[in-house]
């Protein structure tokens, strides 16, 4: 089984920057509410994001958030590709849906895009792009699978 935890330096950057201000705010109007919820609110955003876990068992690739939130599992029977790419600046941090497919990542550009049988890709950050790869090799269907599917959706030529 493969288990790697990313921390989310960059997140941690920003969370500090603005925490900065909210310890400025609070030593110069003092502990209102509002301030309260806002600072609150930042701490259960640096918990929840603070790293992303991915896993590999003998079934399945999965990865999650922080304690094991906003996560996905994917059976390795439905992928037909894994391979190394690298995101750009475009591709973000977090959670979102570009023209590369779903992106999860929480720092850095290095990740793993996941191929599935049906078309569908997903980006997962990482910054064990080596030993990811390790761990899926030999466990996913080769990639011809996707060809096949691909040429029985062509029509037949008259």
Do not use: C
């Not at 089984?1 to 030593?27: E, P, R, S, T």
């Not at 990542?105 to 950050?125: M, P």
């Not at 910054?127 to 269907?141: R, V, Y």
């Amino acid at each position: 089984m493969y288990q790697h935890k990313q921390y989310a330096l960059f997140i941690f950057f920003v969370l500090a920057w603005i925490g900065g201000f909210v310890a400025l705010a609070w030593n110069l109007i003092g502990a209102d509410g509002p301030l309260m919820v806002f600072a609150g609110i930042l701490v259960l955003v640096g918990f929840l994001f603070h790293g992303l876990t991915v896993k590999v068992n003998d079934t399945h690739i999965s990865w999650a958030f922080g304690p094991g939130v906003a996560g996905q599992s994917i059976a390795l029977a439905d992928i037909a590709e894994a391979k190394a790419v690298q995101n750009s600046y475009r591709h973000g941090i977090g959670i979102r849906i570009t023209h590369d497919g779903w992106i999860y990542t929480v720092s850095g550009f290095s990740a793993i895009q996941l191929t599935l049988k049906d078309g569908t890709l997903y980006r997962v950050g990482t910054n064990d792009q080596q030993g990811l790869l390790t761990a899926l090799e030999g466990k996913i269907a080769p990639a011809e699978t996707l060809k096949a599917a691909s040429d029985d959706a062509k029509p037949a030529a008259v």
